[in-house]
């Protein structure tokens, strides 16, 4: 089934969803990959707080590619999520509401998932340029220094995604 839905992400809106849904999102999501993560995890260890408020928002597994001229940001696809597996169970914990991503989620994940009510998405790998297109603006909010793995903010129109793990732990993978 296809659906429209806006993020950050509603409860209600996740309780809905079901795994092999393909849903199209707007609104603002954050990118994050392995070097974000693992800042990110080492200073929730120190006590510290999030550079950026993660309750219901989504993280996107992606670091760009320069933009073009005229473009707010260059080819966009996704990276394996399970790269990000060793962190993701504790910002699940902390409300993070769903994550896009390529590739299966370890079964610590899938629990923090069901756990906390959210959902993994899946981008369509090698369709960076393409996905590009529904990124309409982007801006660097942290860890500038990380470069193209540094933590951004997207405003994203009909981002095209499928539902991979929803709520309930339904796997698209384990079918």
């Not at 962190?87 to 769903?98: A, E, N, R, S, V």
């Not at 299966?104 to 369509?124: H, L, P, Q, T, W």
């Amino acid at each position: 089934m296809e659906k429209k839905i806006q993020a950050p992400l509603n409860k209600e809106v996740v309780k809905e969803l079901r795994s092999g849904d393909m849903v199209y999102i707007s609104g603002t999501i954050y990118t994050a990959r392995d070097a974000a993560h693992k800042r990110m995890s080492e200073i929730l260890a120190s006590g510290g707080e999030l550079p950026i408020d993660i309750r219901e928002n989504v993280i996107y597994y992606m670091g760009p590619s320069p933009a073009r001229e005229g473009r707010p940001i260059g080819s966009a696809g996704p990276t394996t999520a399970s790269r990000m597996d060793k962190y993701t169970p504790k910002l699940l914990d902390l409300g993070l509401g769903g994550m896009i991503g390529k590739g299966k989620r370890s079964a610590e994940v899938k629990e923090a998932i069901v756990r906390n009510k959210s959902v993994y998405f899946a981008a369509i790998g090698g369709a960076g340029a393409l996905l590009s297109k529904a990124i309409k603006a982007s801006e660097v909010v942290a860890y500038d220094d990380l470069g193209t793995e540094a933590i951004r903010k997207l405003e994203v129109e009909d981002f095209p995604a499928i539902v991979v793990i929803d709520s309930e732990g339904n796997d698209l993978y384990n079918k």
